[in-house]
């Protein structure tokens, strides 16, 4: 099976969570395109679901295929979640924003009920830290705030390189008009304590690190579909 239909079979077993009348968190990314690509089926052929996007690019392709939209003002509690991540632990702790949406993402999936993540074995990770761990920051300070992320991280005893993503000639941009340093620390032995020093951090405004916040983990390989469960 190749990574694509790895993807596709971890939406289709997200895809029978879905209910009629549910309003549901559409993540970003790669899997989570291939989830809206097959909800958009479901609900051509009739199924009532209204949803609240976690990135422009996924509103996009939502009004594209037919899936009705509608923002977190109007919907601001959600009955579900579907996202997918780029590394996901056994305890299902997750390192999000490879596609530089972990903003809106994280909004979104705390406003959810219940967040499933779709994902292949790739994914899976003993711990977390091998994907850059990406940071969203305030343009103003940037170099300030990137000196405090390392400073935060090495008295956890963590180091490595830190660097402005790109996107092109250009400096990325997020949704929110942010940027994003991806911390290169290979292992975060605790995401908790990094996760809540970041937090102090004045022009950090979000960080990948999603804990507490996913309900399981649907992960495609070969042989067919697991599940990781909040332990
Ligand atoms: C976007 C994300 C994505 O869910 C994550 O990067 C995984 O993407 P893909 O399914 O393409 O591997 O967090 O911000």
Do not use: W
């Amino acid at each position: 099976m190749d990574a694509r239909e790895m993807k596709k079979k971890a939406a289709e077993a997200a895809l029978s969570h879905v209910e009629d009348g549910m309003r549901l968190g559409i993540g970003t990314g790669s899997t989570a395109e291939e989830f809206v690509r097959l909800l958009a089926e479901r609900v051509a052929d009739g199924l009532q679901v209204q949803g609240v996007p976690t990135s422009e690019r996924t509103a996009r392709l939502c009004l594209e295929l037919g899936i009705p939209l509608r923002s977190l003002g109007e919907l601001p509690e959600l009955d579900l979640t579907i996202d997918g991540a780029d590394e996901v632990d056994p305890q299902l702790r997750l390192i999000k924003g490879g596609g530089g949406a972990l903003l809106r993402e994280k909004i979104v999936a705390a406003a959810s009920a219940r967040m499933i993540v779709i994902a292949d074995e790739t994914k899976v990770v003993e711990t977390l830290g091998s994907f850059p761990l990406p940071i969203e920051v305030n343009p103003f300070g940037l170099t300030a705030t990137r000196i405090a992320v390392e400073r935060v991280a090495s008295r956890l005893g963590l180091s490595g390189q830190i660097t402005l993503r790109q996107s092109g000639e250009d400096v990325f941009t997020t949704d929110g008009g942010h940027h994003i340093l991806d911390a290169s620390f290979g292992r975060i032995p605790d995401a908790e304590a990094l996760a809540g020093k970041l937090y102090l951090i004045p022009g950090v405004v979000e960080h990948g690190l999603f804990i507490n916040l996913a309900s399981f983990a649907i992960i495609a390989g070969d042989t067919g579909a697991r599940t990781i469960k909040a332990q």
